[in-house]
């Protein structure tokens, strides 16, 4: 084989391989941040249910604040009760007292309900905690692979892409700026085999001439129709 041919192909390994880890670590970030997105999640759900125990906090302490207003109107009637010498306002006091003393006890009622509604959303609250740091942790662990593949990837990077600079410096600055804009132009793909007569790039079956010229071998041949360096397989 043209050993310029044998340099690039090595070359083209090397860049093919370079383009490889430069989208695993493109995709790196990405993945991050799906990772990431799955706990929204859970924490939108904690976040609900801290709101649920809050407002059922807010409804308990004004049903409370009810309450003992009512038994403050309670105690006031009571002594105006005792002050009045009038049998006919004494008895309507009587019925204002028992009307708050009703309405306590229909408030009594809902604070015993909400009470228990406290308790389920409690229990719903330490749920969502849980899952929230279940999901947490499941990520952290992700996201600590995630930075050991990038680490490995730009280990490899690095070594590669010295070793490509130096497979690099020995092809003729002329052909290596061919190849570099069939790397670029023709998707990570510039030195192919022929076969059975076909280009391998783009499959088209080649002219008998250029076929003889890539088999003899004493130069870089180039595909006609998709400009590709060609090499005898």
């Avoid at 090595?10 to 970030?29: G, N, S």
């Avoid at 509604?117 to 996201?143: F, I, R, S, T």
Wanted: charged residues 35%; hydrophobic residues 35%.
């Amino acid at each position: 084989m043209y050993h310029e041919i044998e340099t690039l192909l090595i070359l083209q390994d090397r860049d093919q391989k370079i383009r490889e880890l430069k989208k695993d670590l493109e995709r790196i970030p990405l993945e991050e941040a799906a990772a990431r997105s799955r706990v929204e999640g859970e924490k939108k759900a904690v976040a609900a249910a801290k709101h649920a125990v809050q407002e059922n906090e807010v409804a308990l302490k004004k049903l409370e604040l009810d309450v003992d207003t009512r038994n403050q109107s309670i105690a006031r009637l009571k002594i105006q009760q005792y002050e009045t010498r009038k049998n006919e306002e004494y008895r309507a006091l009587g019925e204002e007292v028992e009307r708050y003393e009703s309405e306590i006890s229909g408030l009594e009622d809902k604070e015993l309900e909400l009470m228990e509604h406290a308790d389920e959303l409690k229990a719903k609250l330490a749920a969502a905690n849980e899952a929230l740091d279940h999901g947490q942790k499941v990520v952290e662990d992700e996201l600590a692979q995630y930075a050991k593949r990038r680490e490995n990837f730009e280990k490899q990077l690095a070594e590669l892409e010295q070793e490509r600079t130096g497979l690099a410096a020995k092809v003729e600055p002329d052909t290596l700026n061919i190849y570099d804009r069939l790397m670029h132009s023709k998707g990570g793909t510039a030195v192919v085999p022929l076969e059975n007569g076909q280009c391998g790039g783009c499959h088209m079956k080649v002219i008998k001439s250029l076929e003889v010229e890539v088999k003899a071998q004493k130069g870089l041949v180039h595909c006609l129709n998709c400009s590709r360096i060609l090499y005898l397989h």
